[in-house]
Structures are given as structure tokens and as C-alpha cells.
């Protein structure tokens, strides 16, 4: 089995990325996605969320109020650490296991879309690693497109790599400036590769 790592600059075209994968067949398991299933309700992760950031983290229906969490890490490295320290051992040990399962079903070829797949030392589970960039330009108006303030949008930015350098870094490089059709002909040329 073949897998790939996918990357990229927050708004660059990931999830597009990804469900072009999933429509060539390709598994994909997202840990934006696994992130959030981590601190449900119940779940342990929330529980040292709430001993690290506040009761107050969490509302009334025992919910993560990502709002608040966003406000507090995005604005403190020291807390963003914290939090990335709490929930990342477990958002790997979880697509760890889904590509496990992946290759004892026999599968050809999965993928997984880990925004902070350089910053957090992932690369070398991978056969091959793509980065999904476009111009600040375009990233702009994407995140302003989501409701994002430019204060929330270059925070978000801030707190990874800057893309040049997962670019540099990647073994293929999906430029998603131009339409759907160019972006999906990128990867059918990434995936005839493998």
C-alpha cells in the first residue's frame, strides 16, 4: 500500500484535495476531522483541555467551546503548545491505526491531510508528501470567504510553517490557484507517480 501525507497552508485547498482523492478511490482519513472526534464529549482529551485552559472551556452541554479555545491558543504560543501537546499524540495515534486498517483490507492507496504534518515530525510515515498552496492573495479571500477576521485568519496562519517551506519540503507540490478540473489533473499526475 501507498500512502500519502497531505499538507498544506490553512485555506489552500486541502478537503478539495481530499475529496478528490476519495472520488479516485483513494482512502482518506483528515485530522482536522479526528481532531474534532478527540474532545467529544467524554472524551478524555476534553477532560485535560479543561484542567489546562478552564472550566469555563467547556459549556453547559459538555461541548468544547472552540471559539474560546481559538481565542486563547491562537493569541498565546505558550497555550497553543499546550494544546498541541494534549491533542496530538492522540490525533496520530488515531490515522496510525486507520492506515493499519487500511492495509490489513488490502487496499491500494490511502491518503491522510494533516495540516501540521512537518511541524509535527509525521513525514516519515509517508511514502510521499504533497503540499497544497496558492498565492496569500487567494488564500486571503478563501479565509475571508469562511467569516474569518484578517486578525483570526493571520494568527491561523502564524501558527504553522510558512508554505514556501512545506513547499520546499514536500515530495510533490499541488498548486490549486487555477479550476477544480487543473487542480484534480495535479493529482491524477501525483497518484500515476505512486
Known amino acids: 500500500m501507498k500512502v500519502l501525507g497531505l ?5 489552500m485547498g486541502k478537503s ?4 478528490i482523492l476519495q472520488r479516485r478511490g483513494v482512502a482518506v482519513a483528515d485530522t482536522d476531522l479526528i481532531a474534532r472526534q478527540v474532545v467529544e464529549a467524554g472524551q478524555p482529551a476534553l477532560r485535560k483541555i479543561q484542567e489546562v485552559f478552564g472550566k469555563e472551556i467547556v459549556d453547559g452541554q459538555d461541548r468544547l467551546r472552540r471559539g474560546e479555545l481559538a481565542r486563547i491558543v491562537f493569541g498565546d504560543p505558550a497555550a497553543r503548545k499546550q494544546l498541541e501537546g494534549i491533542l496530538h499524540p492522540l490525533i496520530q495515534a488515531v490515522w496510525l491505526e486507520q492506515v493499519e486498517s487500511w492495509k490489513s483490507a488490502g487496499l491500494l492507496r490511502g491518503a491522510v491531510v494533516i495540516p501540521l504534518l512537518f511541524e509535527t515530525g509525521a513525514a516519515g510515515h509517508f511514502d510521499a508528501t504533497v503540499c497544497v498552496a496558492c498565492s496569500a492573495a487567494t488564500q486571503h479571500v478563501r479565509l475571508q470567504a469562511r467569516g474569518w477576521s484578517d486578525q483570526e485568519s ?3 496562519i502564524k501558527a504553522q510553517w510558512p508554505v514556501e517551506k512545506k513547499m520546499a519540503r514536500a515530495d510533490y507540490v499541488i498548486w490549486t490557484e487555477s479550476g477544480l478540473e487543473v487542480h484534480a489533473e495535479q493529482i491524477e499526475r501525483v497518484l500515476s507517480r505512486l
Open 16 to 19: 478539495t484535495s481530499a475529496a
Open 154 to 156: 493571520s494568527q491561523r
Open 7 to 11: 499538507t498544506g497552508g490553512i485555506g
